[in-house]
């Protein structure tokens, strides 16, 4: 027994040491592709900016919560792929989706989110989605500006990424295990695609729950932000239907 013991020790000791290799290898390799990475963070300004700009001036705490956390996953999504861990990125951006739907619900129900602190409270995401499609603030409006359908469809493609359920989503490539860290331009570039659609319909989901703050001149630091992370097709109907004006 000791001596399957000091197998295992010395077996920890390489697997330490290999991570470590590999992860800086990962990282090297990507530098490369930096201006993928650039146009990420550009768009995490935007979550940045909601937060400082106008939730924490119109939410409680425990609510805004909700979105501190969205944007620590955002962020945490953006570390993880930059060193190649590209499954776990994606899990990250789908539970971004969940904690903006989250606080979307409870800002609103004060009884339900002291319920959830408590442990007794669930709202699935199905649930989340019926409820935000008839917001009598969003229910009025093309679904196309609200992000909303975008969102369900990006949540159902990450969702394959967080149970394995989809070939691609797997971690082992022809048999082989290749490990937690991989140099992929193909898995980089699917990475960067659903990114870029959730955060875009986070912010179009966003503006239209808080339209009446971002009216005409206020909040022009928040509006320059978002206008990193939605596309510039977008702007002119949302100046159009929620009198929001993006910069170019």
């Known amino acids: 027994m000791e001596q399957f013991k000091l197998e295992v020790q010395a077996n920890f000791e390489n697997g330490f040491t290999a991570l470590r290799d590999n992860v800086a290898s990962v990282l090297h390799d990507l530098e490369v592709h930096k201006p993928i990475f650039s146009e990420s963070y550009a768009r995490l300004v935007s979550l940045q900016a909601w937060r400082s700009e106008l939730l924490c001036n119109i939410l409680d705490e425990e609510s805004e919560a909700f979105f501190k956390e969205a944007h620590n996953d955002a962020l945490m999504s953006h570390a993880l792929a930059r060193q190649g861990a590209w499954r776990v990125a994606l899990m990250s951006m789908r539970s971004l989706i969940e904690n903006t739907f989250f606080g979307l619900y409870y800002c609103e129900h004060p009884v339900e989110l002291h ?85 875009a319909a986070v912010n179009l989901l966003l503006m239209c729950f808080f339209a009446k703050h971002l009216s005409g001149a206020a909040l022009p630091n928040l509006r320059k932000s978002i206008s990193l ?13 929620l009198q929001i004006t993006l910069r170019q």
Request: hydrophobic letters at 40%; zero cysteines.
């Open 229 to 241: 992370a939605v596309p510039a097709r977008k702007h002119a109907s949302l100046k159009e239907k």
């Open 115 to 199: 319920q959830w602190l408590s442990g007794n409270h669930k709202l699935g995401f199905t649930e989340m989605t019926t409820y935000l499609s008839r917001h009598p603030r969003l229910s009025e409006l093309d679904v196309a500006l609200t992000g909303i359908e975008v969102l369900k469809k990006e949540y159902s493609t990450l969702s394959k990424a967080v149970h394995g359920s989809a070939k691609k989503f797997r971690m082992t490539r022809t048999g082989v295990v290749t490990g937690l860290n991989i140099n992929s331009v193909q898995d980089l570039g699917a990475w960067s695609a659903r990114e870029a659609a959730t955060i």
